[in-house]
């Protein structure tokens, strides 16, 4: 609560939107001027007038528009790339290679138009980074329903644009990931190489790919008689996550003989889970997976994965996030990349890796 000039109480903004300097204006009993010069300690404020608007300020939640202060000044402005995955997935073994082949294009794409990029890896903990970030906009990569950062980057007012739809919000801009294309084709690819009981091992986390690719899989079973076979794995366990799946796989499904393991390090731990189960890659189980990175490639055997196109992918989320950083409501809500293209490897095929 705040006090105007005749010592009345003023009721504070509706916490269902973001407080404005106007409101603060209104409960201090000043000009807006006046609060944009006491909150910046700029101009010739009293002493006690300043104190009581920041006081006002505070009282209400007024936080600055970073973006729209930057945009009055015409300072060079930044955005933010953000990892949704967990460290366990997105780092280790990988370091970072989704994040960083995303980052290398997005970065030259932001450059061009006048934006510096800011990386921000995934966090082991629960502490977001992004508060002490000045950014004026932020592309987050495979959201879940409920991400934090989404959140926490809206609740600033700031434009977001996700790489990969945020389930439930198609409020927020986004660039098509091609998932269910994606499954479909690694499906089809192990039936064509023969495998006839093929499971699916996805993470348990709410994202956009998983949902995809469950509805993929569950219609590709439906239209070639096979019996469903659904694992799912916890993305804060890594590959260790994917070979306890695996595990539980082959004891309850031992008919298994094809695997789609969506998450790369979930594919990793499920080949060494069918190694420790007497098996072998791919004479009994084919395994396949999504992102063609430093894992599929130093796997052993070497993943069958696919080529997501993440240069393309990168440059049009800039792109995106470039047209909604003016405010622009007219601006696209979607965009969708070239497909997807499967790179051929040993642990479906026992072939050199070939590009299909």
Avoid: W
């Avoid at 603060?24 to 009581?52: C, F, I, Q, W």
């Avoid at 006002?56 to 015409?74: D, E, N």
């Avoid at 508060?131 to 950062?149: C, H, R």
């Amino acid at each position: 609560m705040g006090t105007s000039t005749d010592g009345s109480m003023q009721t504070p903004a509706s916490p269902k939107r973001r407080p404005t300097i106007a409101d603060v204006a209104r409960a201090a009993g000043v000009s807006p001027t006046t609060v944009s010069h006491a909150l910046n300690d700029k101009g010739y404020v009293d002493v006690h007038t300043r104190e009581r608007v920041k006081e006002t300020a505070r009282a209400l939640g007024y936080r600055p528009s970073i973006r729209a202060q930057r945009l009055r000044t015409g300072e060079a402005r930044s955005i933010a790339l953000i990892s949704s995955m967990p460290y366990e997935v997105a780092g280790g073994a990988s370091r970072l290679g989704f994040l960083m082949e995303v980052a290398a294009v997005a970065a030259a794409s932001a450059l061009t138009r006048g934006l510096a990029l800011v990386l921000v890896p995934p966090v082991m903990g629960s502490r977001l980074p992004l508060e002490q970030l000045d950014i004026d906009g932020a592309i987050v990569l495979e959201p879940t329903a409920d991400d934090a950062n989404v959140a926490h980057l809206l609740e600033r007012g700031l434009p977001v644009v996700c790489l990969g739809r945020q389930p439930g919000n198609d409020a927020v801009p986004y660039v098509d990931i091609h998932s269910s294309a994606t499954t479909e084709m690694l499906l089809q690819h192990l039936k064509d190489e023969g495998s006839q009981r093929i499971a699916l091992l996805i993470g348990a986390q709410e994202r956009n790919s998983y949902i995809e690719s469950r509805a993929s899989y569950q219609k590709f079973c439906a239209e070639h008689g096979m019996e469903p076979v659904i694992a799912v794995a916890d993305e804060s366990g890594g590959e260790a996550a994917g070979r306890d799946a695996c595990a539980t796989l082959l004891r309850e499904h031992p008919s298994i003989d094809g695997l789609c393991a969506l998450v790369d390090a979930f594919a990793v731990g499920a080949v060494q889970a069918i190694n420790g189960h007497g098996l072998r890659v791919p004479d009994n189980v084919r395994v396949v997976t999504r992102y063609d990175g430093i894992r599929a490639r130093s796997c052993r055997p070497p993943l069958t994965a696919v080529d997501l196109h993440l240069d393309d992918m990168a440059s049009q989320a800039v792109g995106l996030l470039f047209d909604h950083l003016g405010g622009n409501a007219d601006a696209r809500r979607s965009i969708a990349p070239p497909l997807p293209n499967l790179v051929v490897r040993e642990s479906s095929a026992g072939v050199e890796p070939q590009m299909i």
